[in-house]
């Protein structure tokens, strides 16, 4: 049973950094239909930024906490200035293109900044400190949990919650909500489209940049090539979920996050994605939309 | 207007082609003795590839001050292959169009049988810092290629003996990262732990590099029992595993190979590296010219040299002293110059033997103490014996 | 606008740029060393390079606005397109004095092109390799431009078709010109196998379900050794022979590249004649509204199992073509950035469009070749002309033309 408990903990932490990057795609699939595959490098910034910023901290003899939240502070800013300006140039001029236009400007985007990023710091792996505090009472309990697991789980869990209570009840979300559904009817009514578009970026982005400081500090290192597999996998979140679905792409990913972990427990970890995928193709020819998400009804 | 703006994007883009065709056409003019360095100097094995292109430009530059070879400079022609085999094919006709006189490259395996082909035929010889498939050597079907790192088989018995005989364990882990290098030297690792009878292999597994967290893997070890782990791969997931494992209170044995066999790791994993084994190349560092390679890096690039730095020095010294003792840059003269002539190197002295492995260049144990890989004294390994029971 | 607004806009460009850049740009740190390295000379380059970036930027943006205005909007109407002048590719694709002559002069230039002294092993083989795409993407032309179904797996078919010939190769001694149809056949049988449960779904949810494919068929031949030998992969594949005929490495090139011209001769005409064949419009048809072809009564599901499985059959003959040329397959070659290669030259030569996915596979293939001169930061120009091009040039370098039929009454018929 303390084995389960394990795997069930460790595929909990893994979807849960899955759902933070898989809000992001489902969130600009929901506004404009694109799959962003430049999402996953936004995260692979915020990871940077917060390497380098704490690095410097504590160069200037900063430790604790102070260096986590101005790390994670400079994660989230630059990542959301970085998903900001991407799609304002990206993505932008290709409103009114063909559909496939902006997804392989998305794709060339993705090259870009992996290459920026490397050509700027270096193609070696680097250490990440760990920043996130230890409760060595966790431990103690025995019941499979670590302590990073545990702040990943929460800081997920409240962030989801935030993001939830943003999208229901502020002014922009309630514009983010009506330009998915309807761009020109939005337009219509009075939302500035564009400033919602860039809003959803950043918002996406932040959790993406949280995502990234996360997972670097749980397994100590990262490079400039760790947003393009977490991406993909994130993507398969969303759309496991049904892309568009905020609660959608956290149950995908967490779906996800449990059938890579039990695949390698109990089968082998040799065909863990194999298992995800097969997962994946399995549930989409059942639920064609995704778990939640909704079956539109085709206009003619 | 279209028309106009899409006649003027193609003609534009053929202009640029054309410029650049133009301009690289001719840099590749002058007489001088081409060392061609190819491997992964881009994408996300760039980090194993820039380290020997950096050395060949260090120990080019060391032979053009003492006047070059032959009384011509030394010319570097570096093309990157990204690992890949079908870029790889690309990176070797370019560097034989190029008038490559020696290649030094590629990384990968993978990479290099795909080039060694294209090379063969040229009449070019070849000489890897890092390609460890025994294959490339042991087959026969490369006669031109040689290597200035021992092959994984050598290795793999390396590790997979130390943890039977000098750790004395019974169960034991085999895991590795699905790729070219680790499967292999895993593969090897279970088939020499099976055929001794000395242990169990409890557990095989190839992990997914990149992934999110390894969690599930390091669960699934301690729920075998197993008493060690042997892990075929390369430092980054190395250092996930070790961290995981100690961060949950398992005090496994961690044995791996010369992917591990780096500071980075011992950097990356900090605390948890303690008492790691890992096997490398025999220490050289004491070695008078290693410190001169390395100090020199440090002082061009002002930072640490990363893999397979050394022996990428040692390869691009062997392949311009061999054109330096053969007076020639032919195939056959070159070749036979390798085989006989030794060369001091930071590897220590060497030559090659008729498959093209280099002779003296072995592996041993290390073990992580004090934030230090320290080598162990009771497995040094002679890489000449597991060879001749094949 | 002004000249003072022009240069406070892109002052704040600059500006801003040079704050985004300011982390990854300036500060290095190794953590390793820990060393902190401060690069503020790149800052200086960020901002200046940003504020002359952004006043082309704005001219070019500008000129492209004012061009689809020209047009009425954005060129999207078949009206507005004929009312102009034919463009150039039109011309020398439709009227005869042109036609003939321009085909006449590329067939010359084709085949003199490994003879000529200038032209090196290398460049016959980088050529080779823009031909082995040009089929690549005709084949996944038939499944994105024409049926319109996102296929972002396509690299699945071409591991098929390639490991098909190494491993009938290794087992058999399957030579390369008996392993070229099966190769084929065995593509498209993986094509047909794929194409049944996908047919239900729709847009990105077909994309993911094929990259998932392709993906499963990549880790099971890295992970099943005793199938395909793992990611050690099979090497020792031979160059198809020609009459027993011994040859050197460049003459074997120079084979390859007339191999290749003749396959994709072959592969042209086929699309070409398959794209205005009955099937050819029902994928059309399928294209533009799915439910409306239902209705006109066109067998949807049929012409969806057909597309996939011919764009299968060209990636499975690619494939086998890929193995013969670089004697080595391991599954590293089939990774998804491979499908998303193939798809750009599709949507950047313009979807649809023969001569465009032609031009778009030279442009894509070769650009990072040429751009070897500046070795280090070819993917990040590349990376970055893929963006330019997809803004500047939305529909691709040719836009994919529908063949119109017209009625015209004879004269007589008038009263």
Not at chain 2, 189 to 208: D, H, P, Y
Not at chain 3, 31 to 58: C, H, K, P
Not at chain 3, 373 to 397: D, H, K, T, W
Request: aromatic share 10%; charged share 15%.
């Amino acid at each position: 049973m303390d084995y389960f408990l394990e795997l069930f903990f460790g595929g909990l932490t893994r979807g849960s950094i899955y759902a933070l990057i898989a809000l992001g795609y489902t969130m600009v699939y929901g506004i404009i239909e694109l799959i962003n595959f430049a999402h996953g490098e936004i995260y692979m910034i915020g990871a940077f930024t917060a390497l380098i910023v704490s690095s410097v901290l504590a160069f200037a003899g900063l430790s604790g906490l102070s260096v986590l939240f101005l790390a994670a502070a400079a994660a989230i800013v630059y990542s959301a200035a970085h998903g900001f300006t991407v799609e304002k140039i990206g993505y932008k001029p290709l409103r009114q293109a063909p559909r496939l236009s902006p997804l392989i400007s998305a794709i060339g985007m993705s090259i870009f900044l992996q290459n920026y990023v490397m050509l700027a710091q270096t193609s070696d792996f680097l250490p990440f400190p760990s920043l996130l505090p230890d409760l060595p009472f966790l431990s103690d309990l025995e019941i499979g949990i670590g302590s990073t697991e545990a702040i990943i789980l929460m800081t997920t869990a409240v962030s989801m919650v935030l993001l939830t209570l943003l999208i229901k009840f502020t002014k922009m979300g309630k514009a983010m909500r009506a330009t998915a559904q309807d761009r020109n009817m939005a337009m219509l009514v009075g939302v500035d489209v564009n400033r919602t578009i860039s809003y959803t970026f950043i918002i996406g982005s932040t959790l993406a940049a949280i995502g990234g400081v996360l997972i670097a500090s749980h397994i100590g290192r990262i490079n400039f090539y760790i947003g393009f597999i977490a991406g993909i996998k994130a993507f398969t979140a969303a759309v496991l979920g049904g892309i568009g679905s905020i609660p959608g792409a956290v149950l995908g990913a967490l779906v996800l996050g449990w059938t890579e972990s039990f695949a390698t427990g109990y089968v082998s970890s040799d065909y863990e994605d194999v298992f995800a995928f097969l997962l994946l193709v399995i549930i989409l020819i059942v639920r064609p939309s995704g778990l939640l998400g909704r079956s539109t009804a085709q206009k003619v | 207007m279209i028309v106009k703006s899409s006649a003027r994007v193609f003609v534009s883009w053929v202009i640029g082609v054309g410029l650049i065709f133009v301009i690289t056409g001719f840099a590749a003019a002058a007489d001088t003795i081409k060392l061609g360095v190819a491997g992964a100097h881009s994408g996300d094995l760039a980090s194993y590839g820039l380290p020997t292109k950096r050395a060949a430009e260090l120990v080019v530059k060391e032979f053009n001050a003492k006047g070059g070879v032959l009384g011509k400079k030394v010319e570097i022609l570096a093309e990157d292959d990204v690992c890949k085999p079908e870029v790889a094919t690309n990176t070797a006709t370019r560097l034989v169009s190029g008038g490559a006189h020696v290649v030094l490259g590629h990384i990968c395996s993978g990479a290099t049988k795909t080039a060694l082909g294209i090379y063969k035929d040229a009449g070019i010889i070849a000489m890897s810092s890092s390609a460890t498939n025994p294959e490339l050597t042991q087959s026969g079907k490369y006669p031109n290629f040689f290597r200035t790192i021992a092959s994984d088989d050598a290795q793999a018995r390396l590790d997979a003996g130390f943890a039977m005989d000098v750790l004395k364990v019974k169960k034991i882990a085999v895991l590795h990262d699905k790729g070219d290098y680790g499967k292999g030297l895993a593969e090897y690792a279970r088939s020499f732990i099976e055929a001794s009878n000395k242990a169990k292999v409890v557990l095989f597994e190839g992990i997914t590099p990149g992934a999110v967290d390894y969690s599930a893997v390091v669960n699934k070890i301690k729920q075998s029992g197993a008493e060690a782990v042997i892990y075929g791969g390369y430092h980054p997931e190395a250092s996930s595993i070790v961290i995981q494992m100690r961060k949950k209170r398992m005090n496994t044995y961690f044995i791996s190979d010369d992917g591990v066999k780096d500071d980075t790791f011992i950097k990356v994993a900090g605390k948890a590296a303690e008492g790691v084994y890992a096997s490398g190349p025999k220490d050289t560092t004491k070695n008078p010219l290693a410190i001169a390679a390395i100090a020199a890096h440090k002082k061009a690039y002002n930072a640490d040299p990363g893999a397979f730095f050394l022996n990428g020095y040692a390869a691009a010294q062997a392949l311009l002293t061999a054109i330096q003792k053969a007076k020639s840059t032919k195939y056959a003269d070159v070749a036979k110059a390798l085989r006989t002539e030794p060369v001091d190197t930071p590897l220590g002295r060497i030559k090659f033997d008729k498959n093209g492995d280099a002779i003296g260049v072995g592996f041993s144990m290390y073990q992580v103490k004090n934030g230090v890989y320290v080598e162990t004294s009771t497995a040094a390994s002679d890489p000449a014996a597991p060879k001749k029971k094949r | 606008m002004t000249a003072i607004a022009q240069i406070r806009q892109s002052l704040i460009v600059a500006l801003w740029f040079m704050f985004l850049t300011f982390p990854i740009l300036v500060i290095r740190v190794n953590t390793i060393e820990n060393i902190i390295e401060w690069r503020w000379v790149n800052m200086l380059y960020a901002g200046a390079g940003s504020f002359l970036g952004s006043f082309a930027w704005r001219y070019l943006l500008e000129r492209k606005s004012r061009a689809a205005g020209k047009d009425g909007g954005p060129v999207r109407t078949a009206e507005a397109t004929a009312a102009e002048a034919k463009p150039w590719w039109r011309r020398l694709r439709e009227e005869r004095q042109y036609r003939y002559p321009a085909l006449s002069v590329l067939a010359v230039v084709a085949t003199i092109f490994p003879f000529l002294p200038f032209t090196s092993t290398y460049q016959i083989n980088i050529v080779t390799n823009a031909l082995l795409y040009v089929m690549l993407g005709l084949g996944l032309n038939i499944v994105v431009g024409l049926a319109g179904l996102l296929h972002l797996g396509y690299v699945a078919f071409y591991a098929v078709g390639a490991y098909s010939y190494a491993l009938l190769h290794y087992h058999f001694g399957i030579g390369f010109w008996t392993a070229l149809p099966l190769g084929a056949l065995l593509a498209t049988l993986f094509g047909i196998l794929l194409g049944f449960p996908v047919l239900r779904l729709r847009g990105d949810y077909l994309a993911i379900v094929t990259l998932g494919f392709a993906e499963i068929t990549r880790l099971v031949l890295e992970n099943w050794n005793e199938f395909s030998f793992g990611p050690s992969g099979i090497a020792g594949i031979p160059r198809p022979g020609l009459f027993g005929l011994e040859m050197d490495l460049h003459g074997a090139t120079i084979y390859f590249y007339f191999l290749m011209i003749a396959l994709c001769l072959l592969t042209i005409f086929v699309v070409n004649r398959l794209q205005n064949s009955r099937i050819g419009r029902a994928w059309v048809a399928l294209r533009e509204d799915e439910t409306a072809c239902e209705a006109m009564g066109v067998n949807a599901t049929a012409a969806k199992l057909t597309a996939f499985a011919l764009g299968s059959t060209w990636a499975g003959l690619a494939g086998v073509v890929f193995a013969a040329k670089t004697t080595f397959v391991n599954p590293a070659s089939f990774t998804f950035l491979e499908s998303a290669m193939i798809l750009s030259i599709v949507v950047l030569g313009g979807m649809g469009s023969i001569l465009g996915v032609i031009l778009g596979a030279f442009i894509l293939i070769l650009t990072p070749e040429y751009l070897r001169a500046f070795s280090e930061y070819r993917m990040l120009l590349f990376g970055l002309i893929m963006v330019m091009m997809m803004i500047f040039r939305p529909q691709g370098i040719v836009k994919g033309e529908r063949r119109i039929y017209e009625f015209h009454r004879k004269p007589e018929d008038r009263e």
